[in-house]
């Protein structure tokens, strides 16, 4: 283990990490945050395993992508505010190009015959981080059984009662509220200094590292980020309705985005219910069918699964031929940005406006026992998760029909070169993507 911490990083640096997780952040928020578990705290060693989850801690609270929020603020605590726009954007611009270059295939030609054969691959693969993830995390943040109590209650309550995900948020908060005055020695998190666990050394942002200058909170800081947002927001807003009109179709995404943005407690599985009702059935944007596989499409590109609001975007603005029949694909991109826009502008204000306030509860057990308790229910869901992907991976007729064995071979496979072997992700989804290309072209002949 390494006894001195890591040289400084310069921005450059650290743009072209951010850039390069855009591209390789599969497998939704667990699989995200393991990504950059193991990059930021265990290989780079970036930021201490402490500092990590007091930030993914507060991103969980938030509505939004809680992994692109995470990123967000890790770039802000080592750059500042441009460190923290140009990794939360490169999060989400990878994804947001993938997608709509996609959704052009999709409505252009129908069918993806080759890149559903990447997909076969890569899903069983997912299934295999993700439960990697919560092994990860699990084994970092619950350390003693109480907090194992409370992980074992969150998936209980989201597996078999479920229970919305913002329900069990609160609870564990107030669990944590309460345990921290009654047993304080049990939500103290990460136990003492110096016990992260093995294969860790000294962090460029360690446990004892001053919190920089831009991240100590001051109220004529917080009213010029809040202002920035909401006058980005209203300016944005006011050229669609310049441009469009009130009803127009831009005008109405932007709108009902917004609100989205705001809602999406819990992820993307949370807040998609709602975009169904309004993108089909209120304002018909596409069609049922159409949102299922833009969820498909959704789940196997990296970034936020909440990037579906893309292919809704790009598939309202296509066959409401907002520019005339001749540019659906520019109607259809056009879309596709308005949407991201305004379902990713809250997060950057979240972050920006109330890190510097999470930064000063830093070590401080009233504000971080709750977050700890939070993790550990975290923990609880992101299992659930790792179930639910492979119920519809491992069996997608249903547990009634039988197991599709190549992806299962596959996840088994994948499982046993993260636990065992500890292959990094890069390599592990390229190895899936060519076993489900091959499987599928080997059905198919």
């Known amino acids: 283990m390494a006894t001195s911490p890591p040289c400084p990083v310069g921005f450059w640096e650290a743009l072209r990490f951010w850039l390069r997780l855009g591209f390789v952040s599969f497998g939704g928020p667990a699989g995200q945050i393991a990504i950059m578990h193991t990059e930021l705290v265990e290989r780079r060693r970036w930021i201490s395993e402490r500092r990590f989850l007091h930030a993914l801690n507060y991103c969980m609270l938030l509505p939004g992508p809680e992994a692109q929020q995470l990123a967000t603020y890790i770039g802000w605590l080592m750059h500042g505010t441009r460190g923290g726009l140009v990794a939360g954007a ?67 309550a989201i597996f078999a009662l479920d229970a919305p995900f913002p329900l069990i948020v609160l609870t564990a908060a107030l669990v944590g509220h309460f345990g921290g005055r009654w047993a304080p020695q049990v939500f103290t998190p990460g136990g003492a200094p110096g016990t992260e666990g093995p294969g ?150 979240f972050i920006l406006a109330g890190g510097p306030v999470i930064e000063s509860t830093h070590g401080q057990l009233q504000f971080t026992a709750p977050l700890t308790a939070v993790t550990a229910a975290v923990v609880g869901v992101i299992l659930n998760l790792a179930l639910f992907f492979a119920w519809h991976v491992l069996w997608p007729k249903g547990l009634t029909g039988r197991i599709d064995t190549i992806p299962a071979l596959i996840a088994v496979g994948a499982s046993i070169a993260l636990f065992r072997f500890r292959l990094g992700i890069m390599p592990l989804l390229a190895s899936c993507a060519v076993l489900g290309l091959a499987a599928s072209w080997l059905q198919g002949s």
């Open 90 to 156: 490169l999060f989400v611009l990878p994804s947001l190009f993938i997608l709509v270059a996609l959704s052009w295939i999709y409505l252009a030609w129908g069918q993806l015959p080759l890149v559903a054969g990447l997909f076969y691959g890569l899903k069983p693969a997912v299934t295999a981080l993700v439960l990697h993830a919560a092994h990860r995390i699990g084994t970092r943040a619950l350390k003693n059984a109480w907090l194992w109590a409370i992980a074992a209650a969150a998936f209980v």
């Open 200 to 349: 860790h050394g000294p962090a460029l942002i360690d446990d004892a590292t001053p919190t920089p200058a831009h991240a100590h909170f001051g109220r004529t800081r917080l009213a010029r980020v809040l202002a920035a947002g909401l006058g980005l927001w209203a300016a944005a807003m006011a050229a669609l309705m310049l441009v469009c009109g009130v009803q127009g179709a831009l005008t109405q995404m932007g709108w009902f985005f917004t609100k989205a943005a705001l809602l999406t407690f819990g992820g993307a599985y949370a807040v998609l219910p709602y975009v169904y009702q309004g993108a089909v059935e209120q304002h018909q944007w596409l069609t049922g069918t159409q949102m299922i596989d833009g969820l498909a499409l959704g789940e196997t590109t990296p970034g936020p699964l909440i990037m579906v609001v893309a292919f809704v975007g790009f598939v309202g603005g296509w066959t409401k031929q907002l520019f005339g029949p001749d540019a659906l694909f520019l109607a259809g991109a056009a879309a596709a940005g308005v949407v991201t826009f305004f379902t990713f502008l809250p997060s950057f204000v």
